[in-house]
């Protein structure tokens, strides 16, 4: 993610495209390969530095987080002002504490959050993040990080509002 590139890595659910949150570079760079302006998908390195991003951590927030974290579900809840507003959508954030030691490890490095979205661009299938996709896509790429597999299906995503806990994708 130096120099405003990007990071291939694969998650607990699909391969991924990942840039640093409060790089001005690097989110360019992901709006680019995306071919999107955002929001995108936050990854932390905790459950910790997760909830500190939270406008306030409801009992519903902090229990599903709990039992959710590390895992394959992205909790959507309204957000801390202060990250760039392509991570924002109507002032709350996607955010996940990956079922992937490696995306956590990443994330660490990385200051505790990874800006992320799956290694696809419009009208493409989602691609592994191997040498082959790096090399098509250099310009964008800086380099690539290989995991095992994910389960190859998209994380269930809940809205948490208050006490409120609403499925938004199964």
Known sequence: MLRGKL???QTGTL??????????????????FKQRLGPFLLLAD??????????FVSPTL?????TSWPGNITLVFPARPGLPSDCYRKSELAVRVDASAAVRRLAGACGGLLLSSSLNRKGESTALPGLAH???????????????PGCG???VMMRIWRNDCTSIRQ
Not at 15 to 32: E, F, K, N, Y
Not at 46 to 55: D, E, F, H, I, N
Not at 134 to 148: L, N, V, W
């Open 15 to 32: 391969p991924g495209v990942a840039a640093a949150p409060l790089a001005t570079a690097s989110i360019a760079s992901l709006q680019r």
């Open 62 to 66: 902090r229990k599903t987080a709990k």
């Open 153 to 155: 299906k998209a994380s």
């Open 46 to 55: 905790s459950t910790r530095t997760a909830l500190a991003l939270a406008r």
């Open 7 to 9: 990071i291939a890595h």
């Open 134 to 148: 790096q090399m098509r896509h250099h310009r964008h790429m800086q380099g690539r990080i290989t995991a095992p």
